[in-house]
């Protein structure tokens, strides 16, 4: 069954790092998001990114965020410049264009530690 | 600003009971409601849909029912099994500019289904 990857599965980084976090999301889906949840909280939208450009996106992801499809295959988040409070698990997730009920196929996530 | 609530952070049920699970949603222009199932270091996973046109949707041990006048969806499951235990995230589905969508999430119900 076709699925979403992400890599890593966990990277622990110093504050101020740069930190790019990779997708490979289901190989005919044309929709791709982000989505976060920090420890004990609820799933945050990020980012929606469709026909190469961005839908839209939270106030979460400011100018220090990033999304990039370089190569028709991979969809990355780049965060410039990381904070403490960056920490939390990261889902990447994608949809078809003809999905009538809504659904996003969500990757495992990636789990991003600041020090 | 939650236009997603699910205010029962936990919940605990004997096995071969009903589990019911709520949500209640504030925007009245969702058009569709999801229920998405997660387990600790893995992504949610879809489980069951309905759209906001409809009040009931069954698939084997899992009903959605939705009051659309009391902006208010329950996830039922039954008989309940310990397999079940899971966090329970409701979502909604939002449509964007450009015909897409996200989805915004509740903070999760932590289901524990005792033998």
């Known amino acids: 069954e076709p699925e979403v990857t992400q890599t890593p599965s966990h990277q622990v980084t110093q504050m101020g790092q740069e930190v790019i976090l990779r997708c490979v999301p289901i190989?005919?889906?044309?929709?791709f998001y982000w989505y976060r949840q920090i420890l004990g909280q609820k799933v945050e939208f990020l980012v929606s990114?469709?026909?190469?450009?961005?839908?839209?996106k939270s106030e979460i992801f400011d100018d220090q965020f990033s999304v990039e499809r370089p190569d028709g295959s991979n969809f990355t988040l780049k965060i410039r410049s990381t904070k403490l409070e960056d920490s939390a698990m990261y889902f990447c997730?994608?949809?078809?264009?003809?999905?009538?009920?809504?659904?996003?196929?969500f990757g495992e996530g990636s789990r991003l530690t600041v020090l | 600003d939650q236009q997603v609530k699910q205010n029962s952070p936990s919940l605990s049920v004997q096995e071969g009971r009903i589990s019911i699970l709520n949500c209640d949603y504030t925007?009245?222009?969702?058009?569709?409601f999801l229920w998405y199932k997660k387990y600790p270091a893995e992504g949610p996973t879809f489980l069951i849909s309905?759209?906001?046109?409809?009040d009931k949707n069954e698939d084997g041990r899992f009903t959605v029912f939705l009051n659309k006048s009391a902006k208010h969806l329950s996830l039922h499951i039954v008989p309940s099994q310990p397999g079940d235990s899971a966090v329970y995230f409701c979502?909604?589905?939002?449509?964007?500019?450009?015909?897409?969508?996200?989805?915004?999430f509740g903070s999760g119900t932590r289901l524990l289904v005792r033998p």
């Open positions: 997730a994608s949809k078809t264009a003809g999905s009538w009920t809504g659904e996003l196929f």
């Open positions: 190989s005919n889906h044309l929709y």
């Open positions: 990114f469709y026909n190469n450009e961005i839908s839209e």
């Open positions: 925007n009245s222009m969702f058009d569709y």
């Open positions: 309905i759209s906001s046109i409809k």
């Open positions: 979502a909604a589905r939002e449509m964007l500019m450009d015909s897409s969508y996200k989805l915004i």
